[in-house]
Protein backbone atom coordinates (compact mmCIF):
# COMPACT_ATOMS: atom_id res chain seq x y z
CA UNK A 1 0.00 0.00 0.00
CA UNK A 2 1.52 3.27 -0.98
CA UNK A 3 1.91 6.14 1.60
CA UNK A 4 0.57 9.50 1.43
CA UNK A 5 2.74 12.34 1.38
CA UNK A 6 1.50 15.79 2.50
CA UNK A 7 1.93 18.36 0.01
CA UNK A 8 -1.07 20.32 -0.26
CA UNK A 9 -0.41 22.77 1.91
CA UNK A 10 2.94 23.35 0.49
CA UNK A 11 1.45 23.57 -3.03
CA UNK A 12 -0.99 26.07 -1.62
CA UNK A 13 1.52 28.60 0.12
CA UNK A 14 3.54 28.49 -3.27
CA UNK A 15 0.63 29.17 -5.75
CA UNK A 16 -0.67 31.94 -3.30
CA UNK A 17 2.00 34.26 -4.73
CA UNK A 18 2.42 32.83 -7.93
CA UNK A 19 -1.37 33.75 -8.14
CA UNK A 20 -1.46 37.37 -6.95
CA UNK A 21 1.64 37.75 -9.63
CA UNK A 22 -1.12 37.39 -11.80
CA UNK A 23 -3.37 39.78 -10.19
CA UNK A 24 -1.15 42.94 -9.49
CA UNK A 25 -2.27 45.92 -11.59
CA UNK A 26 0.12 47.09 -14.84
CA UNK A 27 -0.65 50.39 -15.27
CA UNK A 28 0.25 52.41 -18.43
CA UNK A 29 -0.27 56.22 -17.83
CA UNK A 30 -2.73 57.04 -20.76
CA UNK A 31 -4.31 60.75 -21.00
CA UNK A 32 -7.25 58.67 -22.07
CA UNK A 33 -7.33 56.95 -19.39
CA UNK A 34 -10.98 56.44 -17.59
CA UNK A 35 -12.55 57.74 -20.99
CA UNK A 36 -14.25 55.53 -23.83
CA UNK A 37 -12.35 55.26 -27.12
CA UNK A 38 -13.20 53.20 -29.92
CA UNK A 39 -11.87 52.93 -33.36
CA UNK A 40 -14.46 55.21 -34.73
CA UNK A 41 -13.09 57.56 -32.52
CA UNK A 42 -9.78 56.84 -34.10
CA UNK A 43 -10.76 57.20 -37.90
CA UNK A 44 -12.29 60.56 -36.89
CA UNK A 45 -9.41 61.78 -34.87
CA UNK A 46 -6.50 64.31 -36.06
CA UNK A 47 -3.71 62.83 -36.02
CA UNK A 48 -1.80 64.60 -32.96
CA UNK A 49 -4.57 62.61 -31.27
CA UNK A 50 -4.23 59.39 -33.02
CA UNK A 51 -1.24 58.22 -30.23
CA UNK A 52 -3.82 59.03 -27.24
CA UNK A 53 -6.58 56.97 -28.79
CA UNK A 54 -4.66 53.77 -29.79
CA UNK A 55 -2.78 53.79 -26.38
CA UNK A 56 -6.55 54.01 -24.57
CA UNK A 57 -7.57 51.27 -27.25
CA UNK A 58 -4.48 49.18 -26.10
CA UNK A 59 -5.31 49.61 -22.22
CA UNK A 60 -8.90 48.91 -22.90
CA UNK A 61 -8.66 45.28 -24.26
CA UNK A 62 -5.38 44.21 -23.06
CA UNK A 63 -7.23 41.99 -20.86
CA UNK A 64 -9.31 39.94 -23.44
CA UNK A 65 -7.08 40.32 -26.52
CA UNK A 66 -3.72 40.95 -26.01
CA UNK A 67 -2.41 40.40 -29.09
CA UNK A 68 -4.73 43.59 -30.41
CA UNK A 69 -3.46 45.68 -27.76
CA UNK A 70 0.19 44.84 -28.74
CA UNK A 71 -0.50 46.14 -32.17
CA UNK A 72 -2.29 48.99 -31.05
CA UNK A 73 0.30 50.05 -28.66
CA UNK A 74 2.71 49.29 -31.56
CA UNK A 75 0.91 51.64 -33.82
CA UNK A 76 0.94 54.28 -31.13
CA UNK A 77 4.45 53.88 -31.06
CA UNK A 78 5.36 54.14 -34.13
CA UNK A 79 3.14 57.38 -34.93
CA UNK A 80 4.94 59.02 -31.76
CA UNK A 81 7.91 58.88 -32.98
CA UNK A 82 7.28 60.30 -36.23
CA UNK A 83 5.13 63.08 -34.32
CA UNK A 84 8.53 63.54 -31.72
CA UNK A 85 5.63 63.00 -29.18
CA UNK A 86 7.60 62.12 -26.16
CA UNK A 87 4.49 61.62 -23.68
CA UNK A 88 2.74 59.42 -26.27
CA UNK A 89 6.19 57.30 -27.13
CA UNK A 90 6.81 56.52 -23.42
CA UNK A 91 3.17 55.18 -22.67
CA UNK A 92 3.54 53.63 -26.23
CA UNK A 93 6.77 51.63 -24.52
CA UNK A 94 4.78 50.80 -21.32
CA UNK A 95 1.86 50.03 -22.95
CA UNK A 96 4.15 47.39 -25.12
CA UNK A 97 5.94 46.55 -21.94
CA UNK A 98 2.75 44.91 -20.21
CA UNK A 99 1.31 43.10 -23.25
CA UNK A 100 4.89 41.08 -22.96
CA UNK A 101 4.21 40.30 -19.32
CA UNK A 102 0.86 39.22 -20.29
CA UNK A 103 2.35 36.80 -23.21
CA UNK A 104 5.54 35.80 -21.52
CA UNK A 105 8.03 37.78 -21.95
CA UNK A 106 9.45 39.26 -18.98
CA UNK A 107 12.94 40.39 -20.10
CA UNK A 108 11.46 42.54 -23.27
CA UNK A 109 8.77 44.08 -20.94
CA UNK A 110 11.99 45.20 -18.56
CA UNK A 111 13.26 46.65 -21.61
CA UNK A 112 10.56 48.74 -22.69
CA UNK A 113 9.53 49.57 -19.11
CA UNK A 114 12.99 50.79 -18.65
CA UNK A 115 12.82 52.66 -21.85
CA UNK A 116 9.57 54.49 -21.09
CA UNK A 117 10.91 55.21 -17.61
CA UNK A 118 13.85 57.09 -19.03
CA UNK A 119 11.78 59.55 -21.42
CA UNK A 120 9.21 59.81 -17.99
CA UNK A 121 12.13 60.91 -15.97
CA UNK A 122 13.61 63.04 -18.91
CA UNK A 123 10.33 65.06 -18.33
CA UNK A 124 10.30 64.91 -14.93
CA UNK A 125 6.67 63.19 -15.47
CA UNK A 126 6.05 62.33 -12.00
CA UNK A 127 2.65 59.71 -12.38
CA UNK A 128 4.72 57.94 -15.84
CA UNK A 129 7.76 57.13 -13.12
CA UNK A 130 5.13 55.83 -10.35
CA UNK A 131 3.76 54.03 -13.10
CA UNK A 132 6.78 52.28 -14.18
CA UNK A 133 8.54 51.84 -10.83
CA UNK A 134 5.23 49.95 -10.11
CA UNK A 135 5.94 47.66 -13.28
CA UNK A 136 9.49 47.14 -12.77
CA UNK A 137 8.69 45.78 -9.03
CA UNK A 138 6.22 43.01 -10.53
CA UNK A 139 8.74 41.80 -12.81
CA UNK A 140 11.48 42.26 -10.38
CA UNK A 141 9.03 40.59 -7.99
CA UNK A 142 8.78 37.44 -10.60
CA UNK A 143 12.13 36.73 -10.57
CA UNK A 144 12.17 36.10 -6.79
CA UNK A 145 13.89 39.54 -6.58
CA UNK A 146 11.78 40.85 -4.00
CA UNK A 147 14.44 43.48 -1.90
CA UNK A 148 14.40 44.88 -5.25
CA UNK A 149 10.74 45.01 -6.31
CA UNK A 150 10.04 46.40 -2.95
CA UNK A 151 12.17 49.13 -3.42
CA UNK A 152 10.29 49.69 -6.76
CA UNK A 153 7.15 49.61 -4.65
CA UNK A 154 8.11 51.68 -2.05
CA UNK A 155 9.40 54.64 -4.76
CA UNK A 156 6.18 54.43 -6.43
CA UNK A 157 4.01 54.75 -3.20
CA UNK A 158 6.09 57.94 -2.39
CA UNK A 159 5.13 59.70 -5.59
CA UNK A 160 1.20 58.80 -5.36
CA UNK A 161 1.64 59.71 -1.70
CA UNK A 162 3.12 63.30 -2.59
CA UNK A 163 0.65 63.85 -5.87
CA UNK A 164 -2.12 62.74 -3.81
CA UNK A 165 -3.35 59.89 -6.23
CA UNK A 166 -5.43 57.58 -3.95
CA UNK A 167 -5.85 55.02 -6.49
CA UNK A 168 -2.31 55.12 -6.98
CA UNK A 169 -1.40 54.63 -3.55
CA UNK A 170 -4.14 51.91 -3.27
CA UNK A 171 -2.21 50.11 -5.96
CA UNK A 172 1.22 50.43 -4.05
CA UNK A 173 0.23 49.45 -1.30
CA UNK A 174 -1.38 46.29 -2.65
CA UNK A 175 1.67 45.39 -4.01
CA UNK A 176 3.70 45.70 -1.42
CA UNK A 177 1.45 43.38 0.56
CA UNK A 178 2.04 41.22 -2.63
CA UNK A 179 5.62 41.20 -2.36
CA UNK A 180 5.11 40.25 1.76
CA UNK A 181 3.07 37.23 0.89
CA UNK A 182 5.56 35.93 -1.67
CA UNK A 183 8.10 35.87 1.14
CA UNK A 184 5.23 34.00 3.05
CA UNK A 185 4.47 36.89 5.44
CA UNK A 186 0.81 36.70 5.54
CA UNK A 187 0.12 39.05 8.21
CA UNK A 188 1.62 41.62 6.86
CA UNK A 189 0.33 41.12 3.55
CA UNK A 190 -3.56 41.03 4.80
CA UNK A 191 -2.74 44.48 6.11
CA UNK A 192 -1.87 46.37 3.25
CA UNK A 193 -4.13 44.74 0.95
CA UNK A 194 -7.26 45.57 3.43
CA UNK A 195 -5.83 49.19 3.35
CA UNK A 196 -5.89 48.92 -0.16
CA UNK A 197 -9.37 47.42 -0.49
CA UNK A 198 -10.69 50.22 2.00
CA UNK A 199 -9.28 52.78 0.03
CA UNK A 200 -10.51 51.11 -3.38
CA UNK A 201 -14.34 51.03 -2.35
CA UNK A 202 -13.96 54.73 -1.23
CA UNK A 203 -13.11 55.62 -4.69
CA UNK A 204 -15.78 52.69 -5.95
CA UNK A 205 -13.16 51.43 -8.06
CA UNK A 206 -14.24 48.31 -8.74
CA UNK A 207 -11.56 46.47 -11.01
CA UNK A 208 -9.66 47.54 -7.95
CA UNK A 209 -11.68 46.25 -5.17
CA UNK A 210 -11.98 42.79 -7.53
CA UNK A 211 -8.21 42.25 -7.65
CA UNK A 212 -8.14 43.12 -3.66
CA UNK A 213 -11.01 40.37 -2.89
CA UNK A 214 -8.69 37.70 -4.78
CA UNK A 215 -5.33 39.06 -2.39
CA UNK A 216 -7.99 39.09 0.47
CA UNK A 217 -9.48 35.27 -0.57
CA UNK A 218 -5.75 33.56 -1.27
CA UNK A 219 -4.81 35.00 2.63
CA UNK A 220 -7.78 33.28 3.85
CA UNK A 221 -7.13 30.18 1.85
CA UNK A 222 -3.26 29.78 3.28
CA UNK A 223 -5.39 30.29 6.64
CA UNK A 224 -7.47 27.49 6.08
CA UNK A 225 -9.89 30.07 6.30
CA UNK A 226 -12.13 28.46 3.44
CA UNK A 227 -15.50 30.03 3.89
CA UNK A 228 -13.82 33.40 3.89
CA UNK A 229 -12.03 32.46 1.09
CA UNK A 230 -14.82 31.39 -1.18
CA UNK A 231 -17.01 34.23 0.13
CA UNK A 232 -13.93 36.88 -1.69
CA UNK A 233 -13.58 34.44 -4.57
CA UNK A 234 -17.14 34.55 -5.74
CA UNK A 235 -17.25 38.70 -4.84
CA UNK A 236 -14.51 38.69 -7.01
CA UNK A 237 -15.30 36.69 -10.35
CA UNK A 238 -18.90 39.09 -10.07
CA UNK A 239 -16.88 42.01 -10.30
CA UNK A 240 -14.68 40.44 -13.52
CA UNK A 241 -17.83 39.19 -15.50
CA UNK A 242 -19.35 42.68 -14.66
CA UNK A 243 -15.89 44.37 -16.09
CA UNK A 244 -15.39 41.47 -18.80
CA UNK A 245 -12.21 41.16 -17.96
CA UNK A 246 -10.79 37.50 -19.31
CA UNK A 247 -7.67 37.81 -16.79
CA UNK A 248 -8.67 38.24 -13.83
CA UNK A 249 -11.98 35.58 -14.52
CA UNK A 250 -9.42 33.04 -14.90
CA UNK A 251 -8.02 33.85 -12.12
CA UNK A 252 -11.02 33.83 -9.87
CA UNK A 253 -11.41 30.40 -11.20
CA UNK A 254 -7.99 28.89 -10.85
CA UNK A 255 -8.83 29.97 -6.97
CA UNK A 256 -12.45 28.46 -6.91
CA UNK A 257 -10.47 25.18 -8.38
CA UNK A 258 -7.56 25.18 -5.39
CA UNK A 259 -10.07 25.95 -3.05
CA UNK A 260 -11.97 22.88 -3.84
CA UNK A 261 -8.67 21.00 -4.04
CA UNK A 262 -7.92 22.18 -0.69
CA UNK A 263 -10.96 20.56 0.30
CA UNK A 264 -10.07 17.38 -1.54
CA UNK A 265 -13.63 17.50 -3.56
CA UNK A 266 -12.12 17.00 -6.95
CA UNK A 267 -14.82 16.52 -9.02
CA UNK A 268 -15.42 20.13 -8.07
CA UNK A 269 -12.44 21.89 -8.77
CA UNK A 270 -11.28 19.93 -12.14
CA UNK A 271 -14.26 22.05 -13.80
CA UNK A 272 -12.71 25.63 -12.65
CA UNK A 273 -9.22 24.50 -13.43
CA UNK A 274 -9.97 23.48 -17.01
CA UNK A 275 -12.17 26.79 -17.72
CA UNK A 276 -9.48 28.46 -16.31
CA UNK A 277 -6.76 26.99 -18.10
CA UNK A 278 -9.13 27.62 -21.32
CA UNK A 279 -8.82 31.50 -20.96
CA UNK A 280 -5.60 31.27 -20.11
CA UNK A 281 -4.47 29.70 -23.66
CA UNK A 282 -7.10 32.04 -25.40
CA UNK A 283 -5.23 34.90 -23.74
CA UNK A 284 -1.94 33.64 -24.50
CA UNK A 285 -0.80 34.07 -20.58
CA UNK A 286 1.68 31.58 -20.12
CA UNK A 287 2.09 32.39 -16.32
CA UNK A 288 -1.91 31.97 -15.83
CA UNK A 289 -1.54 28.50 -17.57
CA UNK A 290 1.67 27.29 -15.40
CA UNK A 291 -0.05 27.84 -12.40
CA UNK A 292 -3.36 26.24 -13.40
CA UNK A 293 -0.98 23.48 -14.69
CA UNK A 294 0.43 22.76 -11.70
CA UNK A 295 -2.76 22.39 -9.59
CA UNK A 296 -4.10 20.38 -12.07
CA UNK A 297 -1.08 18.03 -11.89
CA UNK A 298 -1.57 17.83 -7.95
CA UNK A 299 -5.22 16.26 -8.20
CA UNK A 300 -4.18 13.88 -10.88
CA UNK A 301 -1.58 12.87 -8.29
CA UNK A 302 -3.66 12.72 -5.69
CA UNK A 303 -5.99 10.76 -7.51
CA UNK A 304 -3.02 8.09 -8.25
CA UNK A 305 -2.76 8.94 -11.79
CA UNK A 306 0.97 9.19 -11.44
CA UNK A 307 1.97 9.42 -15.31
CA UNK A 308 -0.71 11.61 -16.34
CA UNK A 309 0.44 13.86 -13.28
CA UNK A 310 3.61 13.52 -14.37
CA UNK A 311 3.19 14.74 -17.90
CA UNK A 312 0.86 17.69 -16.66
CA UNK A 313 3.55 19.08 -14.16
CA UNK A 314 6.52 18.94 -16.40
CA UNK A 315 4.29 21.19 -18.97
CA UNK A 316 3.73 23.84 -15.85
CA UNK A 317 7.79 23.42 -15.37
CA UNK A 318 8.59 24.48 -19.09
CA UNK A 319 6.30 26.82 -18.75
CA UNK A 320 7.91 28.65 -15.74
CA UNK A 321 11.25 28.35 -17.36
CA UNK A 322 10.61 29.87 -20.05
CA UNK A 323 8.94 32.75 -17.90
CA UNK A 324 12.30 32.64 -15.92
CA UNK A 325 9.86 32.69 -12.93
CA UNK A 326 11.96 30.80 -10.24
CA UNK A 327 9.64 30.88 -7.68
CA UNK A 328 7.22 28.96 -10.16
CA UNK A 329 9.92 26.80 -10.67
CA UNK A 330 10.69 25.46 -7.65
CA UNK A 331 7.01 24.87 -6.87
CA UNK A 332 6.91 22.57 -10.08
CA UNK A 333 10.15 20.93 -8.92
CA UNK A 334 8.74 19.98 -5.79
CA UNK A 335 5.24 19.00 -7.35
CA UNK A 336 7.15 16.27 -9.49
CA UNK A 337 9.62 15.24 -6.58
CA UNK A 338 6.18 14.85 -4.18
CA UNK A 339 4.82 12.47 -7.83
CA UNK A 340 8.23 10.39 -7.51
CA UNK A 341 7.65 9.53 -4.14
CA UNK A 342 4.67 8.64 -4.84
CA UNK A 343 6.19 6.06 -7.58
CA UNK A 344 8.47 5.29 -4.83
CA UNK A 345 11.52 6.90 -6.77
CA UNK A 346 12.99 8.24 -3.37
CA UNK A 347 16.21 8.64 -4.67
CA UNK A 348 15.11 10.99 -7.84
CA UNK A 349 12.85 12.87 -5.95
CA UNK A 350 15.27 14.05 -3.74
CA UNK A 351 17.35 15.71 -6.39
CA UNK A 352 14.20 17.65 -7.51
CA UNK A 353 13.18 18.44 -3.34
CA UNK A 354 17.28 19.93 -3.42
CA UNK A 355 16.99 21.50 -6.93
CA UNK A 356 13.72 23.46 -5.37
CA UNK A 357 15.47 24.10 -2.36
CA UNK A 358 18.48 25.70 -3.80
CA UNK A 359 15.96 28.38 -5.91
CA UNK A 360 14.01 28.76 -2.79
CA UNK A 361 16.90 29.94 -0.92
CA UNK A 362 18.31 32.16 -3.24
CA UNK A 363 15.45 33.95 -3.81
CA UNK A 364 14.50 33.68 0.18
CA UNK A 365 11.05 32.39 -0.31
CA UNK A 366 10.16 30.53 3.17
CA UNK A 367 7.17 28.76 1.99
CA UNK A 368 9.11 26.72 -0.50
CA UNK A 369 12.18 26.18 1.68
CA UNK A 370 9.98 24.60 4.40
CA UNK A 371 8.06 21.97 2.17
CA UNK A 372 11.34 21.06 0.91
CA UNK A 373 12.92 20.81 4.15
CA UNK A 374 9.66 18.54 5.04
CA UNK A 375 9.29 16.28 1.81
CA UNK A 376 12.95 15.30 2.01
CA UNK A 377 12.27 14.44 5.70
CA UNK A 378 9.45 12.34 4.35
CA UNK A 379 11.31 11.22 1.94
CA UNK A 380 14.38 9.94 3.66
CA UNK A 381 12.42 8.57 6.34
CA UNK A 382 10.76 6.53 3.78
CA UNK A 383 13.89 4.57 2.65
CA UNK A 384 14.94 4.10 6.38
CA UNK A 385 17.88 7.00 6.67
CA UNK A 386 16.05 8.26 10.17
CA UNK A 387 19.13 10.30 11.33
CA UNK A 388 19.13 12.42 8.15
CA UNK A 389 15.16 12.73 7.98
CA UNK A 390 15.26 13.90 11.61
CA UNK A 391 17.46 16.84 10.34
CA UNK A 392 15.69 17.91 7.14
CA UNK A 393 12.52 18.19 10.28
CA UNK A 394 14.78 20.36 12.40
CA UNK A 395 15.61 22.43 9.38
CA UNK A 396 11.84 22.52 8.76
CA UNK A 397 10.82 23.57 12.33
CA UNK A 398 13.50 26.49 12.40
CA UNK A 399 11.69 28.23 9.92
CA UNK A 400 8.30 27.52 10.92
CA UNK A 401 8.91 29.23 14.23
CA UNK A 402 9.36 32.35 12.84
CA UNK A 403 7.61 34.54 9.94
CA UNK A 404 10.93 36.19 8.14
CA UNK A 405 13.82 34.55 7.17
CA UNK A 406 17.24 36.10 8.37
CA UNK A 407 20.64 35.42 7.12
CA UNK A 408 21.80 33.67 10.16
CA UNK A 409 18.29 31.50 9.73
CA UNK A 410 19.83 30.51 6.31
CA UNK A 411 23.35 29.52 8.14
CA UNK A 412 21.42 28.23 10.74
CA UNK A 413 19.65 25.42 9.38
CA UNK A 414 22.97 24.85 6.56
CA UNK A 415 24.87 24.48 9.87
CA UNK A 416 22.41 21.57 10.80
CA UNK A 417 22.82 19.77 7.22
CA UNK A 418 26.97 20.48 7.52
CA UNK A 419 26.37 18.46 11.25
CA UNK A 420 24.52 15.89 9.66
CA UNK A 421 27.22 15.43 7.37
CA UNK A 422 30.24 15.49 9.81
CA UNK A 423 28.09 12.65 11.46
CA UNK A 424 28.10 10.69 8.09
CA UNK A 425 31.98 11.02 7.66
CA UNK A 426 32.25 9.96 11.36
CA UNK A 427 30.08 6.70 11.04
CA UNK A 428 32.30 6.20 7.86
CA UNK A 429 35.91 6.56 10.00
CA UNK A 430 34.16 3.93 12.37
CA UNK A 431 33.36 1.34 9.85
CA UNK A 432 36.61 1.68 8.08
CA UNK A 433 38.08 1.19 11.48
CA UNK A 434 36.14 -1.94 11.78
CA UNK A 435 36.12 -2.89 8.27
CA UNK A 436 39.50 -5.51 8.45
CA UNK A 437 38.34 -7.56 10.64
CA UNK A 438 35.34 -8.04 8.74
CA UNK A 439 36.68 -8.36 5.26
CA UNK A 440 39.52 -10.73 6.89
CA UNK A 441 36.73 -13.21 8.03
CA UNK A 442 35.01 -13.09 4.84
CA UNK A 443 38.24 -13.53 3.01
CA UNK A 444 39.06 -16.91 5.09
CA UNK A 445 35.36 -18.01 4.62
CA UNK A 446 36.02 -17.43 0.72
CA UNK A 447 39.43 -19.65 0.73
CA UNK A 448 37.56 -22.25 2.66
CA UNK A 449 35.00 -22.29 0.12
CA UNK A 450 37.49 -22.53 -2.66
CA UNK A 451 39.94 -25.12 -0.83
CA UNK A 452 36.43 -27.68 -0.79
CA UNK A 453 35.57 -26.86 -4.13
CA UNK A 454 39.08 -28.04 -4.96
CA UNK A 455 39.82 -31.25 -2.99
CA UNK A 456 35.92 -32.35 -3.94
CA UNK A 457 36.89 -31.58 -7.70
CA UNK A 458 40.68 -33.76 -6.65
CA UNK A 459 38.94 -36.64 -5.05
CA UNK A 460 35.95 -36.73 -7.70
CA UNK A 461 39.14 -36.85 -11.00
CA UNK A 462 40.77 -39.63 -8.86
CA UNK A 463 37.46 -41.46 -9.14
CA UNK A 464 37.35 -41.18 -12.21
CA UNK A 465 40.39 -42.24 -13.20
CA UNK A 466 40.24 -45.14 -10.88
CA UNK A 467 37.51 -46.53 -12.54
CA UNK A 468 39.10 -46.04 -16.02
Same mark, same amino acid.
Given at each position: ???????????????????? =??????????????????????????????????????????????????????????????? $???????????? !???????? *???????????????? =??? &????????????????????? *????????????????????????????? &? /???????????????????????????????????????????????????????????? /?? %? &???????? $???????????? *?????????????????????????????????????????????????????????????????? &????????? %??????????? /????????????????? %?????????????????????????? =???????????? %?????? /????????????????????????????? !????????????????????????????????????
Amino acid at each position: MKKKYRYKTMYRLTAMPLLL =FCIVVFTARIFAQGKTCTDRDLLLAPEQKKVEILNCLSENIRNSDTKKAMNYAEKALKLSKKL $NDKIGEANSLSN !IGVCYYYT *GNPNLSQQNHLSALQI =FTA &LNDMQGMSNCYNNLAILFQDK *GEYDTSLDYNLKSLKIEEKTGNRKGIAKS &L /KNIGVVYGCKGDYTEAMRYFKQAYKIEKQLRDKNGMMNSCINIAIVYESQQKFEEALYQY /KR %A &LTLADELK $NLKSKAICLDGL *GNLYYDLSEYSHALPYLYRSLEINETLGAKSGMAVTLNTIGSIYQEQQEYDKANEILFQSLKLYEQ &LDDKRGSAS %AMTSIGVNLMH /KENFRKANEYFNQSLEI %AKSIGAKPEMMENYLQLHYSYAAIWE =FDRAKKYLECYN %ALSDST /KITEEMLNETDSLLLDKKKSITSELRTWI !IKAPLVLKIILVLIILVIFILLFLLIRNKQRFLGHT
